[in-house]
């Protein structure tokens, strides 16, 4: 059993979007993560900022899939993740190239294609406000807590471009929506520590 806190490594593309006046700012993000406590394994994830929990407004992951069973279950036992298995085929790497995710049903989840530059800068989430990395997950497989884990992490980011060709399983309708930001983190460092467990009747009692 690899109970948090992990810390894992890796590489991947983040698209920040606003899809339209008024909408929830979202992002959506590919990892391919070199180490982690069950190994490496590839995800794509949509996440949205400013959703309603027992904390406030706290960014959510509204939808996510990975390439093994093992993140899947540790995914969602740990930090209360949607985790779905997938398979991710790729062509190129994610200094350009595309990548095609099918679902455990056959269907097409999704079919990438992306290209980054050289130049990159050191980031950290540090510089985040707590709120803005802070994810908070609802009750997940009949649990009554939700999950809020500040995830923590540091790497190198530089500009990218990310074109979705095709969505189908995720949670908005992405391919004639360009992002407003899109970054390739091209080496991280993430952490993923043990969650506070909360809900909403004592956050507002």
């Given at each position: 059993m690899p109970p948090p806190p992990w810390?894992?490594?890796?590489?991947?593309?983040?698209?920040?979007?606003?899809?339209?006046?008024?909408?929830?700012?979202?992002?959506?993000?590919?990892?391919?993560?070199?180490?982690?406590?069950?190994?490496?394994?590839?995800?794509?994830?949509?996440?949205?900022?400013?959703?309603?929990?027992?904390a406030g407004p706290r960014p959510?992951?509204?939808?996510?899939?990975?390439?093994?069973?093992?993140?899947?279950?540790?995914?969602?036992?740990?930090?209360?993740?949607?985790?779905?298995?997938?398979?991710?085929?790729?062509?190129?790497?994610?200094?350009?190239?595309?990548?095609?995710?099918?679902?455990?049903?056959?269907?097409?989840?999704?079919?990438?294609?992306?290209?980054?530059?050289?130049?990159?800068l050191p980031v950290t989430a540090a510089l985040l406000p707590p709120a803005w990395r802070t994810l908070a997950q609802p009750p997940l497989d009949g649990e009554e807590a939700w999950c809020l884990t500040r995830v923590?992490?540091?790497g190198y980011a530089g500009l990218a471009r990310l074109t979705v060709l095709h969505t189908d399983g995720?949670?908005?309708?992405?391919r004639h929506t360009r992002p407003r930001l899109t970054l390739g983190v091209p080496e991280f460092r993430l952490v993923f520590p043990v969650p506070e467990r909360r809900g909403f009747k004592k956050a507002h009692g």
């Open positions: 810390t894992l490594t890796g590489r991947g593309l983040i698209a920040v979007y606003a899809p339209a006046p008024g909408a929830v700012l979202g992002a959506l993000m590919l990892v391919r993560y070199g180490s982690s406590l069950v190994g490496p394994y590839d995800e794509l994830l949509w996440v949205e900022g400013g959703r309603a929990s027992p959510r992951v509204r939808s996510i899939v990975v390439s093994t069973p093992q993140s899947v279950v540790w995914g969602r036992r740990n930090w209360g993740l949607p985790k779905r298995l997938a398979q991710f085929e790729w062509t190129g790497d994610l200094r350009c190239g595309q990548v095609r995710v099918t679902g455990e049903d056959g269907r097409e989840v999704a079919h990438l294609a992306f290209q980054t530059r050289a130049l990159r923590g992490g540091s995720l949670y908005l309708p992405l």
